[in-house]
């Protein structure tokens, strides 16, 4: 059905945070998914390896599959990519998917840096451009700063990006990835205003009709 990335070169932006929700996410959505964990760190594979054997199965790599993984209908690959990645190893890994997610955390550093790599995947040519969506998620934020008039202020003239929602900063994130499940998989009460910032992405990621 789909392939999606989760990708920014700065460290620490939500890049396995969201890469394991959504993989949660589409897993209890009755999916084959697919987790592929391109960080060293292992992050993800950590966190798939505390995963209750009671929950829907997400299947993790630690290696590009082959481009045919992701062509069956119900089948969702997400590339959880490590930090600092440009060059011809952004230009490989991009091409691998078909929606792109660039978390970014809202402080000036974080959307200077995003700024610039916006930059580098434009100068990958219209290879990219014209089969990948790419989209900004604010991650991190908190109550009372409106990270949309900053992000404008930063990364506006990026034509064609949207800015499809803003996460707060909660420990409903910390607490699922310490027991191998997603916010999706919490209390509902608890996570409501979670599933509800979720909402513009899931949409946003939803195949667009002919
Ligand atoms: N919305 C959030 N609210 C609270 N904590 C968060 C949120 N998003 C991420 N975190 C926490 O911030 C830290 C960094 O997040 P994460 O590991 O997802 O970033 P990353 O981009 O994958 O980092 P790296 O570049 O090291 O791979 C983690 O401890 C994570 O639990
Ligand atoms: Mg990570």
């Known amino acids: 059905m789909t392939s999606i990335m989760v990708i920014n070169a700065k460290g620490g932006s939500g890049k396995t945070t969201i890469s394991t929700n959504l993989a949660a996410y589409y897993a209890n959505a009755g999916f084959n998914v697919t987790l592929v964990d391109l960080d060293p760190q292992n992050s993800s594979l950590n966190w798939l390896s505390s995963r209750p054997i009671t929950k829907p199965k997400i299947k993790g790599v630690s290696s590009l599959p082959p481009q045919k993984v992701s062509r069956k209908l119900n089948d969702v690959t997400i590339f959880d990519v490590p930090a600092a990645i440009y060059g011809p190893r952004l230009e490989t890994y991009i091409k691998k998917a078909r929606k792109i997610i660039i978390p970014v955390l809202p402080s000036p550093i974080d959307m200077a840096a995003a700024k610039d790599f916006l930059k580098s995947i434009r100068s990958l040519g219209s290879v990219v451009r014209n089969r990948t969506d790419i989209c900004l998620v604010a991650n991190r934020c908190r109550a009372n700063t409106n990270i949309f008039e900053e992000l404008d202020y930063y990364l506006v003239k990026e034509k064609g990006i949207r800015y499809v929602t803003a996460f707060r900063d909660n420990t409903n994130y910390i ?30 990621l939803k195949p667009k009709k002919k």
């Open 175 to 204: 607490n699922s990835a310490r027991k191998g499940i997603g916010i999706f998989e919490m209390g509902e009460s608890m996570t409501a205003q979670d599933r509800e910032e979720w909402k513009p992405l899931l949409s946003w």
